[in-house]
């Protein structure tokens, strides 16, 4: 079972270019969200979708895009990156439980980006 | 929104010796917890999950953790540390209608030989 697949794993962008990060999963969820990992601030919102064709901010959405054109993809993108954007990046997908409460998140592997 | 606090950002214990990592949560109505590990360079992966009925939760590797209303923490246990424990730790928060998950800033572990 693949779960939650994200590229790439190491990337170094040049301050001003854009990218985009991939985030795929198989489960057929429909809640999916970006966050960004630094040190001694744990994982932080930046993007979350609660279907194809929905999506919102979370807690640090500024200097990201995201889109879900499909239930499996949730790309996020950096539209001229910072310096600031140094960190790494974790794509999660999440189970719903019965009641509609978020029941489990599956993580992909991360991104590791640098911006100089 | 609900928010999650883990107050000991770097804990050290013997291997053997009991481990307790500390999280108190902030939300209105009742939250469902989690808590999670991460090794070095690896993603995150749920150790235990607290919704609802008993408050104290068993997971994966021997960990548990007790949900205390009166006191808003989740802290998570283990009673005799192993080498392999060392990693971060992270408490979470979600809540009903809310589809988001907030996590705290983490907990790394050091076991001592």
């Known amino acids: 079972n693949a779960g939650v697949t994200q590229t790439p794993k190491f990337q170094v962008l040049k301050t001003g270019q854009s990218m985009t990060l991939q985030c795929a999963q198989d489960m057929n969820h429909e809640y999916m969200s970006w966050y960004r990992q630094d040190p001694g601030m744990g994982l932080r919102l930046i993007h979350y979708?609660?279907?194809?064709?929905?999506?919102d901010q979370g807690e640090v959405p500024n200097g990201y895009n995201v889109s879900r054109s499909t239930t499996e993809d949730f790309p996020l993108r950096l539209l001229s990156a910072a310096p600031s954007q140094t960190s790494v990046y974790f794509c999660a997908s999440i189970e719903r439980g019965p009641s509609g409460e978020s029941a489990e998140a599956f993580f992909g592997q991360g991104t590791r980006l640098t911006v100089v | 929104a609900q928010s999650v606090t883990q107050p000991d950002i770097h804990i050290t214990v013997s291997e053997g010796a009991s481990l307790e990592l500390r999280c108190n949560y902030s939300y209105g109505a009742t939250p469902y917890l989690f808590w999670y590990v991460q090794s070095p360079g690896q993603g995150l992966q749920l150790l235990l999950k607290?919704?609802?009925?008993?408050?104290l939760v068993q997971g994966i590797k021997g960990f548990e953790a007790e949900f205390k209303r009166s006191q808003s923490s989740f802290n998570l246990r283990k009673p005799s540390v192993h080498w392999s424990d060392a990693a971060e730790y992270f408490c979470?928060?979600?809540?009903?209608?809310?589809?988001?998950?907030?996590f705290g800033a983490g907990t790394r572990l050091t076991v001592k030989p």
């Open positions: 979708s609660v279907g194809a064709g929905i999506t």
């Open positions: 607290y919704f609802s009925g008993d408050t």
């Open positions: 979470a928060v979600g809540a009903l209608g809310n589809n988001d998950m907030r």
